[in-house]
T-cell receptor
Framework: SQTIHQWPATLVQPVGSPLSLECTVE??????LYWYRQAAGRGLQLLFY??????ISSEVPQNLSASRPQDRQFILSSKKLLLSDSGFYLC????????????FGDGTRLSIL | QKEVEQDPGPLSVPEGAIVSLNCTYS??????FMWYRQYSRKGPELLMY????GNKEDGRFTAQVDKSSKYISLFIRDSQPSDSATYLC????????????FGKGTLLTVNP
């Protein structure tokens, strides 16, 4: 069966510091990968998605970037965190093809001080 | 008009009640419909996945899609305190479009 791992679960960072969140998927090949941010009352906001190694699509202009160095590894990064980057970050995967359900990790709660 | 509308609640019911959760949508291209359950401080968990109109049942859960009305529902029978969570609907159009559109979620509390 497929599993998705996301870490760390909680992170507290100072403003201006760098960020690296990692997500890995096991038990499947060539998945679509996604990064979301979830804010209270605002629902899930898609940040990035990837259909293959090195292929990243950005949904919103922001202070963050994503990379996919391996088939089942997805990384969310920032060079300098802003206060507004605080939130709950979720990684998800799906099988190739449109309309497929997405499967989520347990998220990283990021607090910026 | 937002693509997906979902009443945020909160919804509070006694244990054993039948719960009805609903979403409406405006994009007629949506063909795939999902319901997710999200416990506090956890990621969303896929509950139901349906394609096109009709009903799908899985244990105490029934998903219903009415494409003519652009309306989907999730029914929970014999609700349990463990069903207390936020429920999100999601929809996709398929084809080359990998993205899903999510509702903002309904917070459900089942009281023992």
């Amino acid at each position: 069966s497929q599993t998705i791992h996301q870490w760390p679960a909680t992170l507290v960072q100072p403003v201006g510091s760098p960020l690296s969140l990692e997500c890995t998927v096991e038990g499947t090949s060539n998945p679509n990968l996604y990064w979301y941010r979830q804010a209270a009352g605002r629902g899930l906001q898609l940040l990035f998605y990837s259909v293959g190694i090195g292929q990243i699509s950005s949904e919103v202009p922001q202070n963050l970037s994503a990379s996919r160095p391996q088939d089942r590894q997805f990384i969310l990064s920032s060079k300098k965190l802003l206060l507004s980057d605080s939130g709950f970050y979720l990684c998800a995967w799906s099988l190739l093809g449109g309309g497929q359900p997405q499967h989520f990790g347990d998220g990283t709660r990021l607090s910026i001080l | 008009q937002k693509e997906v509308e979902q009443d945020p609640g909160p919804l509070s019911v006694p244990e054993g009640a039948i719960v009805s959760l609903n979403c409406t949508y405006s994009n007629s291209a949506f063909q795939y419909f999902m319901w997710y359950r999200q416990y506090s401080r956890k990621g969303p968990e896929l509950l139901m996945y349906t394609y096109s109109s009709g009903n799908k049942e899985d244990g105490r859960f029934t998903a219903q899609v009415d494409k003519s009305s652009k309306y989907i529902s999730l029914f929970i029978r014999d609700s349990q305190p463990s069903d207390s969570a936020t429920y999100l609907c999601a929809m996709g159009s398929g084809g080359s479009n990998y993205k899903l559109t999510f509702g903002k979620g309904t917070l459900l509390t089942v009281n023992p």
